[in-house]
């Protein structure tokens, strides 16, 4: 059955605190009961069919959402910009295999594809709750900007990356593969990196009468927090690989949705100051535009990527 070895992983620190946190609460309070959009509906009805596929629908529901002034496009604005990255990288040959890269560039969206597709036409019971989680939080608009932002990367990373690892196959040349995979978390910090510095520039001077930082926010948005959370799903993909067995495959599935639900709700319950989250409110409150800051990170990724 392989290496089992990756087995131990839920007796990580970490992993066990988000696995206890998962079970403190159910996801549905974040149920929220609104009738389906036709439109959005429209643009993730159908399976994706290729990277470019992938790309313009993702632009389009971003662009519905933000006309709509629906939170869950804080999440598209870094995803969309994540895929047009990796389809530049891909073009330039800049990995080993890009035809396995084309592949998780479109599985991995499948994942996001069908949780959206599910939650707006309101079948939750065939949405991950990590993104049960994000979805109705951001529609509830009671967080912060980069809380929505971390919610959607939570759930896309510590439960469906694993998942389409499995399904698009690590072999053969598995070596060559866990290069290219690696290759993303680059891309993925710079992103996040663009996105904290656009926040930390509004917040700045509310942070600074309180004299505060975003705490754990910061922490998990950090560049050696994210590779963690790739490397680990590798970590899964490969013992589902190599075990080859059914309580392996359910095992590491609902390892999965437990800690990144976990994960979700203690992104919900930063460990910032009471005064710092509601300073920070407030200013989101007075001065946020969520289609202006699309554009500015949109503009912003153009410059330094």
């Known amino acids: 059955m392989g290496d089992l070895s990756a087995l131990g992983m839920l007796l990580d620190t970490s992993r066990l605190r988000q696995l206890q946190k998962s079970y403190t609460s159910s996801v549905e309070r974040f149920v929220v009961d609104e009738t389906p959009d036709t439109e959005l509906l429209s643009l993730v009805e159908e399976p994706f069919r290729s990277v470019d596929d ?12 933000l006309e709509q002034s629906d939170r869950r496009a804080v999440f598209l604005t870094i995803y969309t910009e994540m895929t047009a990255a ?8 800049a990995f080993v295999d890009p035809a396995w890269m084309a592949r998780y560039l479109v599985q991995f969206a ?19 709750d990590p993104w049960i989680v994000t979805f109705g939080t951001a529609l509830e608009h009671d ?12 759930a896309h990373i510590n439960y469906d990356l694993a998942l389409t690892l499995s399904d698009i196959g690590l072999d053969p040349d598995r070596p060559d593969k866990f290069a290219d995979h690696t290759r993303i978390n680059e891309i993925l910090r ?7 510095d656009l926040l930390a520039r509004q917040y700045a001077p509310g942070l600074a009468r309180i ?5 754990e926010l910061d922490d998990l948005a950090a560049a050696a927090s994210l590779r963690r959370a790739r490397k680990q799903a590798w970590q899964i993909a490969v013992l589902r690989t190599d075990a080859g067995w059914l309580p392996i495959d359910r095992y590491t599935r609902w390892l999965l949705a437990r800690t990144a639900t976990g994960g979700a709700y203690l992104l919900l319950e930063p460990t910032a100051s009471q005064a710092t989250m509601e300073t920070l409110h407030e200013i989101e409150a007075d001065e946020f535009d969520l289609a202006a800051h699309a554009v500015e990170f949109h503009d912003l990724v153009q410059e330094r990527l």
């Not at 949780?115 to 309101?122: T, V």
């Not at 004299?211 to 705490?215: C, E, N, T």
């Open 211 to 215: 004299g505060d930082r975003l705490g």
């Open 190 to 196: 710079r992103l996040v990196s663009v996105q904290q």
């Open 143 to 154: 967080v912060l900007v980069m809380q929505d932002t971390l919610l959607g990367i939570n």
């Open 110 to 128: 499948e994942y996001y594809r069908r949780a959206f597709y599910n939650y707006e036409r309101g079948a939750v019971d065939e949405v991950p």
């Open 54 to 65: 992938v790309h313009d629908r993702l632009e389009e529901l971003e662009a519905t959402l």
């Open 86 to 93: 990796t389809i530049q990288e891909i073009d330039a040959g």
